[in-house]
């Protein structure tokens, strides 16, 4: 590690979108790799062609992270398996995906989130836009959300390449990858062989210092595959908090895959509403009484100088100085969108956070900031934009 002064702009900025992240309660979602470890090791060769930002470097984008295929990319690439990954947050709540890849490729993905820590979010923000629990088939690639109110779900995939979605979703904060790429060299050693799950892997033990905080635990990978099959990694809390108010206790993430006999996954194995506890996840734009405004009507809270996203509808303004609005077009399109047009204006980004589904951009002009925070669920992305004066 470099020292504090000279810290690497990835980890500073890691850190800061951790933080972002755990604001928006999102579930996991970045493509990173772990650095150089032992060279002889298959963690390592994959580790290795993952180039490394220089000191220099700017801050990243969004589209950085969209990296080469990794062990746990590799892991999604496997045929009947099934596999659980599971977060559990300093403060008692937790993100859990249990998947299923059939014989063809085809998967059924059930998400459950419990609990969030709502404390960060701007006020006015609509919680109805934070999931439960979801249920997502993929057929060919394509995502495929049940939906009550669309009785053609069956035939307007959400996502054509649901399975890149999925792998910028496991590879946010709540997944291993991203911590993995932060630990210094020497972090990663190899601890013997075992098979888990019906895999023959190599074990490797992590103990790895970032920011003065040690990452702890252990990772199983099928070396044929290259596949990432088992982990287990401690996360200091103090990593997931603004640096001047560093939280006590640690994140917990546990992944295991293991050989099964999966049943071919079709979408005739939807069995109805998941929601038997709870409220569901929102499907598309939230209902409202009458028509919704575009978003470039007149009722709109946005300053002049910060566009509008093109055919947005807006959900609602929760009062001056926020506007939120929601469309059907990907995260990482509306990203671009405000990263070229909010330059026009003359804004000057000062930090953009990618972390899973996802993203928040911070802009600075004259007297101004603006955090644009972009989320996706369901199919619909909806767009946050906050501006304060400093």
Same mark, same amino acid.
């Given at each position: 590690m470099k020292p504090p002064s000279k810290r690497h702009p990835q980890v500073s900025m890691t850190l800061m979108l951790v933080w972002l992240a755990a604001m928006a309660c999102n579930l996991p979602l970045g493509v990173v790799k772990p650095q150089p470890q032992s060279a002889s090791s298959p963690a390592a060769t994959a580790a290795a062609s993952q180039p490394q930002a220089p000191a220099s470097s700017v801050t990243a984008t969004p589209e950085d992270y969209l990296l080469q295929p990794d062990p746990l990319d590799h892991l999604l690439r496997l045929r009947s398996i099934e596999f659980n990954l599971t977060t559990t947050r300093p403060d008692g709540t937790s993100r859990s995906l249990d998947g299923e890849i059939d014989s063809a490729g085809n998967m059924d993905l059930k998400f459950n989130y419990k609990g969030f820590d709502l404390t960060g979010l701007p006020q006015g923000f609509d919680t109805k836009w934070i999931p439960t629990e979801a249920e997502v088939f993929v057929l060919g690639g394509k995502g495929y959300q049940p939906d009550e109110q669309n009785p053609d779900w069956k035939n307007t995939p959400f996502d054509d390449d649901y399975v890149q979605t999925l792998s910028q979703e496991l590879h946010g904060m709540d997944g291993p990858s991203l911590w993995l790429n932060l630990l210094p060299p020497g972090s990663i050693k190899p601890a013997g062989n075992e098979t888990v799950g019906g895999f023959a892997a190599d074990k490797y033990s992590i103990a790895g210092s970032v920011d003065g905080e040690t990452i702890t635990g252990t990772i199983w990978e099928e070396p044929q595959a290259d596949a990432l099959v088992q982990a287990e990694l401690h996360i200091p809390a103090a990593l997931l908090s603004?640096?001047?108010?560093?939280? #006590?206790?640690?994140?917990?993430?546990?992944?295991?895959? &293991?050989?099964?006999?999966?049943?071919?996954? !079709? =979408?005739? /194995?939807?069995?109805?509403?998941?929601?038997?506890?709870?409220?569901?996840?929102?499907?598309?734009?939230?209902?409202?009484?009458?028509?919704?405004?575009?978003?470039?009507?007149?009722?709109?809270?946005?300053?002049?100088?910060?566009?509008?996203?093109?055919?947005?509808?807006?959900?609602?303004?929760?009062?001056?100085?926020?506007?939120?609005?929601?469309?059907?077009? #990907?995260?990482?399109?509306?990203?671009?969108?405000?990263? &070229?047009?909010?330059?026009?204006?003359?804004? !000057? =980004?000062? /930090?953009?956070?990618?972390?899973?589904?996802?993203?928040?951009?911070?802009?600075?002009?004259?007297?101004?900031?603006?955090?644009?925070?972009?989320?996706?669920?369901?199919?619909?992305?909806?767009?946050?934009?906050?501006?304060?004066?400093?």
């Open positions: 603004a640096p001047d108010q560093p939280q #006590p206790g640690e994140m917990i993430i546990i992944l295991k895959a &293991q050989k099964a006999e999966v049943n071919p996954v !079709t =979408l005739a /194995n939807y069995q109805g509403p998941l929601a038997t506890q709870g409220p569901q996840p929102t499907q598309g734009p939230l209902p409202t009484q009458g028509p919704q405004p575009t978003a470039s009507s007149s009722q709109s809270n946005l300053p002049s100088d910060i566009p509008r996203y093109p055919g947005a509808t807006e959900s609602g303004n929760a009062g001056m100085p926020m506007t939120q609005m929601q469309t059907t077009d #990907p995260a990482a399109k509306v990203a671009q969108f405000y990263t &070229q047009q909010m330059g026009a204006e003359n804004w !000057t =980004l000062t /930090n953009t956070s990618p972390a899973g589904n996802a993203i928040v951009q911070s802009w600075e002009k004259d007297n101004r900031m603006a955090d644009i925070m972009i989320m996706s669920s369901g199919g619909t992305t909806q767009i946050t934009i906050t501006v304060t004066n400093q």
